[in-house]
C-alpha cells in the first residue's frame, strides 16, 4: 500500500493483507496490455504491474496501474532505444486481490510470461511471499508501496523499494503521538496482516520508548465491518491516542463507529489510511486535526514542482486525484527502462545490476538511489492530517 511525515510482520500465509487487504478473488484475471503498436523493425518489452485492482482497496490498486500506464504511454510515445533498437513497452497487469495467494499465483503468471521486470505488488502481505518467485526468476521486482522491512531483508538482489520502511513509518508515528500530540495513553488496533501488524509493532515500540502508556492492544481484520466490541473495551481506557494498522478501507468505518460511541481520541494511521479514500470513507466522523497519518515518501522544495505536474496530468488522464502510490509507480517503471537502455539490454541479468546502482535518478518524487538491500536512499516521510474534509500535509521528514 499500502508514508514523508510521508506501502508488518511475519508474513501471513494465505488470507493477510500487508502496506500494506482487499477480497480474495478464485481466479486472477488476464492480463491487460497497455501499449503503442509494435514499430515493424523493433521488438517488444514486457514489464509486469501487479496490485489489487479487485476489493475493498481496489481504488489504490487501480491508482498504482494508472501511474504504470503513464509512464508506458509517455515512454513509447517519446521512444525508447535499447542498444540501437527502437523497442515498444507492453504494460502486463495482474490483480492479486491484496491476498497472498492470489499475489504468488499471478506472480508465477508474469514469470512464465517471461517479462523483464516487475513494478509491484502494492501490499507487504503480497510483495514478500511474490518476491521470491521473482528472486528465483532473476526477475527485478520495484514495489512502490510495500513498506514491511522483511522484503528487503531476505537477502535477493531483485528486490527494491520506492518508499521508506514501516520502521521509520511507525517510528516516527510514535515519537509524533507523544512528542507531539502529547498522548499519555495510547490504545494500538491492527488488522492482522503483514502490514498492519507490522506498522502497529512499530508505533507500539516508539511509543514507549518516548515515555507513552500503552493502554490498549486490540486486532481485527482486514474484512471487518463491525468494531464495537474493540472499541467499547478501549473507550474504558479513556485514549488519548487510537493508533490503527491497516487500510482506509477499515479505518472508515471505524472512526464513524468511534465517533458513535463517543471516543474522543486523536485517531493515527500508516499510509494504508493516508488516502482520499478515507476521507470520503470517514466523512463527517472525521474531526479537524483529529485524524494523523503518515505518507511513505513525499517530496518539498524544488522537488515539490515535478510532483504537482506529474498530479495534473494524472487528473487529466484518467479524470481522478492520485490516490497516495500511483507516482512511486511511475518512477519505478521510469527508473526501470532507464537502467535497461543504460545496460543495452533489457535481458534481466544485464540490466539488474545498473538498476541496483541507479544514483540520484531525477524522478517526479525526488532523487532516487537504493542501498545494498535495495532500499531506497533517503526516504521520505510525509506527515498529514484531515482538515476542512481534506489531506493537507503538516511536514515532510527524512
Do not use: W
Amino acid at each position: 500500500m499500502h508514508f514523508t511525515v510521508k506501502s508488518t510482520l511475519t508474513v501471513l500465509a494465505a488470507a493477510t493483507l500487508l502496506m500494506a487487504c482487499g477480497k480474495k478473488e478464485d481466479a486472477a484475471p488476464a492480463a491487460a496490455p497497455a501499449s503503442a503498436p509494435t514499430p515493424a523493425n523493433g521488438s517488444i518489452v514486457k514489464i509486469g504491474h501487479v496490485g489489487p485492482i479487485s476489493g475493498a482497496i481496489a481504488h489504490l490498486g487501480k491508482d498504482n496501474e494508472n501511474g504504470a500506464r503513464l509512464a508506458i504511454e509517455e515512454l513509447n510515445t517519446a521512444g525508447v532505444m535499447i542498444d540501437g533498437k527502437k523497442v515498444t513497452l507492453e504494460l502486463m497487469t495482474e490483480d492479486d486481490a491484496a491476498d497472498p495467494k492470489q499475489g504468488t499465483a499471478v506472480a508465477q503468471k508474469l514469470v512464465d510470461a517471461k517479462v523483464s521486470g516487475v513494478v509491484g505488488h502494492l501490499n507487504s502481505g503480497t510483495t514478500i511471499p511474490a518476491s521470491k518467485l521473482y528472486s528465483d526468476a532473476g526477475i527485478p521486482q520495484v514495489s512502490p508501496s510495500a513498506t514491511n522491512p522483511k522484503y528487503t531483508r531476505q537477502g535477493f538482489k531483485t528486490a527494491f523499494r520506492m518508499v521508506a520502511d514501516d520502521t521509520q513509518l511507525g517510528g516516527t508515528l510514535g515519537r509524533y503521538a507523544v512528542g507531539t500530540l502529547k498522548g499519555k495513553a495510547i490504545a494500538v488496533i491492527d488488522d492482522r496482516t503483514a502490514y498492519g501488524q507490522g506498522v502497529a509493532e512499530e508505533f507500539a515500540k516508539a511509543v514507549e520508548a518516548a515515555g507513552g502508556k500503552l493502554v490498549a492492544k486490540e486486532f481485527t481484520t482486514d474484512k471487518a465491518t463491525d468494531f464495537n466490541a474493540i472499541l467499547t473495551t478501549i473507550k474504558g481506557t479513556k485514549p488519548d491516542v487510537v493508533f490503527f494498522g491497516g487500510m482506509d478501507a477499515v479505518a472508515g468505518p471505524m472512526l464513524k463507529q468511534m465517533k458513535a460511541l463517543g471516543v474522543k481520541a486523536k485517531f493515527m494511521g500508516g499510509d494504508g489510511i493516508c488516502s482520499t479514500e478515507l476521507v470520503k470513507l470517514g466523512g463527517d466522523a472525521i474531526a479537524d486535526d483529529q485524524v494523523y497519518c503518515a505518507e511513505a515518501g513525499g517530496v518539498e522544495g524544488e522537488d515539490k514542482a515535478g510532483m504537482d505536474e506529474f498530479k495534473a496530468k494524472f487528473k487529466a488522464k484518467f479524470g481522478t486525484d492520485v490516490q497516495v502510490y500511483a507516482p512511486y509507480v511511475y518512477d519505478a517503471v521510469k527508473v526501470m527502462v532507464a537502467a535497461m537502455v543504460k545496460a543495452n539490454s533489457s535481458d534481466p541479468v544485464k540490466y539488474l545490476p545498473v538498476l541496483a546502482a541507479t544514483t540520484d535518478y531525477k524522478g517526479v518524487t525526488g532523487p532516487i538511489s537504493f542501498d545494498e538491500k535495495g532500499d531506497i536512499k533517503n526516504g521520505a516521510l510525509t506527515l498529514k492530517t484531515v482538515r476542512a474534509g481534506k489531506l493537507e500535509t503538516l511536514a515532510v521528514i527524512r
